[in-house]
């Protein structure tokens, strides 16, 4: 095994691109879940996003239409899920279940005739002089845009979270949607905004692997992504900056494996690719089993039922 | 404007006619997909539902695919359906299907090359308990950690997986297999094999397993204390504590029955219709699943109808490559779709639709 | 309280509403001034959170008239009584614990400034009225009395004319009492008129100016607490001469249920815990157990019924150490229990009455055998309780939610009776139910008792403790008085046990 093969800044630069996919359908479903709603189709969202992305880029030739269209997509699906749980009260779990089967369908049919085209190209950021720094310079100046773009999704979450009305109201929705709706707030339309967000950032997500990541298209490419998303926003207790720490450590540990294996690492292949999600297991049990749910900050009417009864 | 008011009384007559309701709903909708894909929709639809069991060409082959697609769904749906009656959320069942059937051919081919009637019963034996153990990870995870028994079983699905991978290249690796990548063929081995039972009708050990399934646990839903205690659980968390049931071994035993008749579906899919483990052995069976669970509408009789119902639509949709030409993931979203019309006219049952004006107080 | 005459603020005239069988209230009048505090007294059903309502524009009046200061009043929603300078203070906050003092606050207004100025004014107002509170502070870190000061303020920043606190002590300690009391006195000063709702004679005497008294939906007088005694108070209330409750001449078992020194942290966010309970119940004997809600009546039910274990040692029934036992178990050893919420609780709102009559039941009415359910028993068993409760319902075979109120707590009820007890728990028994069916439920227990049973009955409702119970005592802040027997106490006395002295050497001079 050779260790030395792995050079560490490019091994930085390429985790924050893995981790991408990830940090996008996190804040998304993190604004979903402060919210007050479990969206467990989050897979399907993004592989929806990410074959229709890729067609929209094929077909304009722009990867810029590319992005729109793999959001456009998400937030489409993330509708039907609005519709029948914020309207027609269905069991959330199972309508996510069922909107990440159907996502899964679907793609791989509007997939098909995709295998093996190659999308149109999105380069790096121009940053002139900056991407030379040694180091740094690899580490921060020479990625694509999107990459700086989700981290601004991020702040701009935050901020929003923190210090606007609108995010105010829809924290306190999240916490006790009785209250809420008696103080004269409605509940339903923020949850379905909140979804609808939820679903774009999904769609986001998968568009970048598609586009990007890989970048190509081929059935399921998203491989459990938005599982790992959900995941990311129990780890990071609901609070944005940790989903950016959760989602690079996540990328970090893909990346270091396949940085291992290909380095000729006498674990078995099976083992180290086996590792992100088992250390996934093992810090959603120190998450939860440590301080009890009040402290961990999930939101009081996660995944309850709201039906206005007045 | 709509309102929804709830029925003093859940409705019967709604409960027996939404799944047909939404069967119906769903060949229209896909039928419009069909006719969106090029395709003319009512063929497409024959083909799927008649032809597949009627159809002098092809029912001869197909007619028991059917019981051989539906055994692994019922035998799966049923054990999940006591668990989501209970709001315990079983969605790992693909990876205990998959250790299920890594523990019971491990066993099976450990006995290799001898002969003995022992030999199949512990290899079931061992399916059921690898698939119990696998369960037993979200499980107890639940009860001492309060850790989502839906994130780690759905990702111990991905850890599965891997490990099905590298049984298939390492440890179960036929040593005569020139060295390509699975196991000894199990349906070949006598002594380990799953053979049919009745020529020509599909049917297998699995498909008697899962009869066996629907029957207990309709008797267990119906008459036995556990079965009022899941229901109960559901429904009224409260009322539960108050009637001494206990939320932890409520978690513990429905994820370990669900676990462990998972972990027999495989068993019998890798000794039988399957025959090795491979890296592809995995078919999905385990998501399917839940939406069999769902389209029964968590009662065994009705799990037993929608497992027919989808391994139908599986064959159907085989058919339908092989004629028309359609994708098979044209079949994956339309049982997608199935699920989504089924949730969505599941408020029925228990609301009224009211027509107000504008401003009623 | 002041030298001048007052101005009018708020004018009630024949204020009625009414609801499929039942009339909340009818041809209510009463005035209040500004700078007044007016007491609305009434027992359960007497109509005054339905009055309030209509005040606060929850609801709309079916007849009547209301003006304020002058000009017709009549809110088609909160947000017009607001407008309007009405503002409210619930009895259940709409109050979000993860977030801070200062965004409670401000999600409670219509246009809350910047949070920095939000927070000085809050700081300002807070200090001024004397309700110390920290803008920061996470709500759920702060107790009862402090969640509601943050109600208070919500309402004081929009500056109104009249307030209306429903029930404000039933969660408070003495000390917050007082200070609340001195907040609303200084408001009063400044002019703002106070519509005070509760149940508590001794506080209302002491704080209000004037008082409305409700009854069945009407009003039974209009007069100045001060003036009367709280026994008078209850009297008018009530409406019937209150008699000493005759002799009972039960024979007294042996001690049935025995708590000793119970301690338990409440498993509820908003909850009270119990402290150092004790009390001992013979066969034959009801204890009555008086508090108002949020003193711990549900944490002691859920220790008495076994959903919550205790220290082992503070609970004995018939002499084994039930502390540890599950409900079940209790159940086999001969205690059983109703909980106060019927649906969700005592019974599954989407099952039938024969599996409800299982719930419970199957533990000493030998529904199940190894593991298998005796359904033509467990039929049997409900329609046993339907027909000798006389319960309405068209048949066993429906769900628990299609029944009324009084009917389904009279199954609730009588499915623990007829499981032959050897000692009952029983919390809140009649509440929201009907006359004739809180006259039934209460006559089965006490035949219960005189069967040799022992009764505990955790109850709000005085009259109906006075009524059935032998002995007495009060669960206050999750303290438990020492029992006295009811014969000989009086109102003002059981007032103060309610109220808060722990013992009843406080002086009771003047009152």
Known sequence: MDLTAIN????????????????????????VEKAGVLNLGVEGMMVMGAICG?????????????????????????????????????????????????????????????????????????????????????????????????????????????????GLVLRAVGENHEAAH??????????????????????????????????????GITAGAGWIALAIVVFASWRPWRVLIGAYLFGGITVLQLNLQAAGARIPVEYLSMSPYLITILVLVIMSSGRGRASTAAPASLGQHFHASR | MLRLEKRPNPSRGWTAATPVLAVALTMIAGGIMFAALGKNPFEAIRIIFWDPLFNPQFASYSRPQLLVKAAPLILIAVGLSLGFKAGIWNIGAEGQYIMGAIAGAGVGLAFYPAQGWYIFPLMVLAGGVGGWLWAMIPALLRTRFATSEILVS??????????????????????????????????????????????????????????????????LLQRHILGFQVRLAGQAPRAARFAGVSPNRLVVLCLGISGALAGLAGLFEVAGPAGQISIDFGSNYGFTAIIVAFLGRLNPIGILLAGLLMALTYIGGELSQFLLGLPAAAIQAFQGMLLFFLLALDLLSNYRIHWTARGGR | ?????????????????????????????????????????????????????????????????????????????????RAAGVAMVFQHFSLFEALNVAENVALGMENPPPMGALAARIQQVSDAYGLPLEPERRLGDLSAGERQRVEIIRCLLQDPKLLIMDEPTSVLTPQEVETLFRTLRQLAAEG?????????????????????????????????PAERSARELAELMV???????????????AVALEVRNLSLPSPMAFGTALAGISLTVRGGQVLGIAGVAGNGQDELLLALSGEIGSAPGTIWVAGTDLAQAGPNARRRAGLVTAPEERLGHAAAPDMTLVENALLSGAARKGLVARGFIDWPKARAFAEAVVQRFDVRTPGVGVAARALSGGNLQKFVIGREILQDPAVVVVNQPTWGVDAAAAAAIRQALLDLAAAGAAVVCISQDLDELLEIADDFAALNGGRLTPTRPVQGLTIDQIGLMMGGAHGLEVAHHGL
């Not at chain 1, 991407?131 to 929003?160: C, E, K, N, Q």
């Open chain 1, 8 to 31: 560490p800044s490019l091994l930085v630069a390429s985790l924050m691109v893995a981790a991408v996919p990830i940090l996008l359908a996190a804040i998304g479903e993190l604004v």
């Open chain 1, 54 to 166: 890729f067609v929209a880029a094929v077909a304009t030739g722009s990867p810029v239409l590319g992005f729109v269209g793999g959001a456009a997509a998400g937030a489409a699906l993330s509708l039907i899920f609005a519709a029948l749980t914020q309207f027609l009260l269905a069991n959330q779990v199972a309508t996510g279940l069922a909107l990440t089967l159907f996502g899964l369908g679907l793609s791989a049919l509007i997939g098909q005739g995709y295998n093996g085209i190659k999308p149109p190209l999105s380069g790096d950021v121009p940053l002139g002089p900056l991407a030379d720094i040694p180091l740094l310079g690899t580490i921060l100046f020479r990625h694509d845009a999107m990459v700086y773009l989700s981290i601004a999704v991020i702040a701009a979450v935050w901020a929003m979270l923190k210090y606007s009305r609108a």
């Open chain 3, 192 to 224: 703002t008129a106070i519509l005070y709702i509760s149940h508590k004679l001794e506080e209302i005497r002491a704080l209000c100016d004037t008082a409305t008294i409700l009854r069945r939906g009407r009003v039974v007088t209009i007069c100045t």
């Open chain 2, 154 to 219: 759905l990702l111990l699905v991905y850890v599965a997986q891997a490990i099905l991978a590298s049984m298939s290249l390492g440890l179960l690796r036929n040593p005569e297999g020139g060295g390509f990548p699975g196991s000894r063929n199990l349906a070949q081995y006598p002594a380990a094999a799953n053979p049919e039972l009745i020529g020509g009708s599909g049917v297998h050990w699995g498909v008697v397993a899962a009869l066996v399934a629907v029957i207990a646990t309709t008797i």
């Open chain 3, 1 to 81: 309280m002041q030298g001048e005459a007052m101005a009018e603020l708020l004018a009630v005239e024949g204020l009625t509403k009414t609801y499929p069988g039942v009339v909340a209230n009818q041809e209510v009048s009463f005035t209040i001034k500004a700078g007044e505090v007016h007491a609305l007294l009434g027992e359960n059903g007497a109509g005054k959170s339905t009055l309030v309502k209509m005040i606060y524009g929850l609801v709309r009046p079916d007849a009547g008239r209301m003006r304020l200061r002058g000009a017709a009043y009549a809110p088609a929603e909160p947000r017009a009584a």
């Open chain 3, 239 to 253: 409406g019937e001469a209150l008699t000493a409750p005759a002799r009972r001449d039960r024979p007294r078992g």
């Open chain 1, 182 to 219: 008696a103080l004269g707030y409605k509940v339903v339309r923020i949850r379905v905004l909140a979804i609808l967000f939820g679903g774009a950032m999904a769609g986001l997500g998968g568009a970048y692997i598609s586009l990007i990541r890989v970048p190509q298209w081929t059935d």
